[in-house]
């Protein structure tokens, strides 16, 4: 099975840190996305990749900035968080072609204090 | 962008009953996906399907494109499906625009 591993469960951080989050997937996946999470707005994009080093702005991508150097990673990274990033951010990978079935990872819950 | 609208926006059952949830879509689709949350957190693929059914144990799923549509349907519900299900679909580009969800409670 596909596997999208994130790396913090659980994530306290300070408004104004720089805050990297983590996503791996073991599958060879060519794209991966971040999404979060919100209570009454659903899943929404935030960044996307189609392959290593490139990528491309979602739907919110405002106070964000990713990197993939590799592959099978996926970093988001919050430059200076702030009270209103507080969320659920979720990994996912798919595969290129006509199928793109989405493998999520299991989340990560950031809390910006 | 393409729309995504989801109903009912919660839905409590008992243990053992049927239930139907749909998912309405604004344009053409290549491709529909149903996903599962669970109460920690975790999203599960339950379908992958732009159109035509398929079913798989106690759910099933229909997507009729040219009316733009799609019902997840649970028969004999458990506990075990709580949680929010998803609608999720792909317009022109490479990307999942997902609805708002359903929230769906099994009491036993």
């Known amino acids: 099975d596909v596997k999208v591993t994130q790396s913090s469960r659980y994530l306290v951080k300070r408004t104004g840190e720089k805050v990297f989050l983590e996503c791996v997937q073991d599958?060879?996946?060519?794209?991966m996305f971040w999404y979060r999470q919100d209570p009454g707005l659903g899943l929404r994009l935030i960044y996307f990749?189609?392959?290593?080093?490139?990528?491309e702005k979602g739907d919110i991508p405002e106070g964000y900035s990713v990197s993939r150097e590799k592959k099978e990673r996926f970093s988001l990274i919050l430059e200076s968080a702030s009270t209103n990033q507080t969320s659920m951010y979720l990994c996912?990978?798919?595969?290129?072609?006509?199928?793109?079935?989405?493998?999520f990872g299991s989340g990560t819950r950031l809390t910006v204090v | 962008g393409i729309q995504v609208e989801q109903s009912p926006p919660d839905l409590i059952l008992q243990e053992g009953a049927n239930s139907t949830l749909r998912c309405n879509f604004s344009?053409?689709?290549?491709?529909l996906q149903w996903f599962h949350q669970n109460p920690w957190g975790q999203l599960i693929n339950l379908f992958y399907?732009?159109?035509g059914t398929k079913q798989n144990g106690r759910l099933s799923a229909t997507t009729v494109a040219t009316e733009r549509y799609s019902l997840l349907y649970i028969s004999s519900s458990q506990t075990t499906d709580s949680g929010v299900y998803f609608c999720a679909v792909e317009g022109s580009g490479s990307r999942l625009t997902f609805g708002e969800g359903t929230q769906l409670t099994v009491n036993p």
């Open positions: 599958m060879d996946h060519e794209n």
């Open positions: 344009d053409s689709v290549n491709n």
């Open positions: 990749s189609y392959d290593v080093k490139m990528k």
């Open positions: 996912a990978s798919s595969s290129g072609g006509r199928y793109q079935g989405y493998t």
């Open positions: 399907i732009p159109s």
